[in-house]
């Protein structure tokens, strides 16, 4: 600007790879950052045939056809056609143990999905009240937002849309059919939760489930991380009074695994009775010597880190009566305290 004017807009911050907007960052009158939400977004939902009516499923307004769209597809020159099947809830992603048809209703496919205006208009904002009020607006992929301001304020809420659920809470395939069960579109702005100026003065995300009791129900559960991160930059936080931008630097850059210190001593007891292998008995001086804490340098991190992934699978694997290994882990991170009283117990097992 000329004349010595202030610039309409000075920001400092981060993209994503080919994103537009700031994902972490600062105008000079708020800050802010975001983390996965992994809040529930996403429905399987059963489609019930209609007798005599092949290519039809029910609805709460009678029979409909299923879409049938064709796709082309073409890499490096070589094309194929794709067949979508397509409902008014979304596409036929597959059949489930039973053979019923699942339909995937999810934010994602919806008009309005992808709303770049609120997000730009972030940068823009020059309050936390503001900067809520835009999140509640926009269309991205659900995030956790962290915001403060030059007040003194800071705040967390959900920026995207939340579905509105009624009659179930997500955590089933369910059908849609008889208008008892769906979505209501998404929640009123007034209707997400927000986490504002808690007494402790602090908000910590990593990825996390943040709310509990109703406002937990309201958002469900779209597989958050474990916590153990949330746990330790938790910790941190309290650890001290006052912060200046090299201690938050710090936080970001810890990489102490408190979580991983129990399944370090459980591999190193039970490499140390398996000494005469070759290969164990080679893991037992880097498990020994990890160093607690994940380091691109560290041999014995990876090794823990992979021997609690084995556990849990196996754990899961049994508990669904699995032959082999799923392509798909669908282990609940929220099960570590379950997986370590197990183990600790270790209940005899059941008499055939």
Not at 227 to 239: E, H, K, P
Not at 293 to 312: H, K, M, T
Request: include cysteine.
């Amino acid at each position: 600007p000329s004349g010595g004017a202030e610039p309409e807009s000075d920001l400092t911050g981060v993209t994503l790879p080919g994103g537009p907007t700031l994902v972490a960052g600062s105008n000079g009158k708020i800050a802010w950052g975001y983390t996965n939400s992994y809040i529930d977004t996403s429905d399987a939902v059963v489609l019930e045939p209609v007798a005599g009516r092949p290519g039809h499923y029910a609805t709460p307004a009678g029979p409909r056809p299923i879409r049938s769209i064709v796709e082309r597809l073409c890499v490096g020159g070589a094309c194929e056609d794709f067949r979508v099947e397509e409902t008014i809830w979304g596409p036929i992603v597959g059949k489930d143990a039973f053979g019923r048809r699942i339909a995937m209703r999810w934010s994602a496919h919806d008009p309005g999905a992808v709303r770049i205006a609120p997000t730009l208009a972030m940068e823009q904002a020059g309050s936390v009240a503001e900067a809520i009020a835009l999140a509640h607006q926009s269309g991205i992929p659900q995030q956790n937002l962290v915001v403060g301001d030059r007040s003194g304020a800071i705040a967390w809420t959900i920026m995207g849309r939340v579905p509105a659920r009624y009659g179930f809470d997500g955590r089933d395939a369910v059908s849609f059919a008889d208008g008892s069960r769906g979505w209501r579109g998404y929640r009123t702005p007034g209707e997400v939760p927000v986490v504002l100026n808690p007494a402790a003065g602090r908000i910590w995300t990593a990825n996390s489930r943040v709310m509990g009791g109703a406002d937990y129900a309201k958002l469900g559960d779209g597989r958050y991380d474990t916590g153990a991160r949330a746990g330790r930059i938790r910790d941190l936080l309290f650890a001290r009074d006052r912060f200046e931008p090299r201690d938050f630097l710090a936080i970001q850059l810890d990489g102490v695994s408190v979580r991983n210190r129990f399944w370090q001593q459980v591999m190193a007891a039970e490499l140390a009775k398996r000494r005469s292998d070759r290969t164990l008995g080679a893991m037992i001086e880097p498990v020994a010597a990890w160093g607690g804490r994940a380091s691109p340098g560290s041999a014995g991190y990876r090794l823990v880190a992979g021997f609690r992934e084995a556990v849990v699978e196996s754990f899961y694997k049994a508990y669904l009566g699995e032959p082999e290994k799923p392509r798909t882990s669908f282990a609940a991170a929220q099960g570590e305290g379950t997986l370590r009283r197990l183990l600790r117990a270790r209940p005899p097992a059941p008499v055939p």
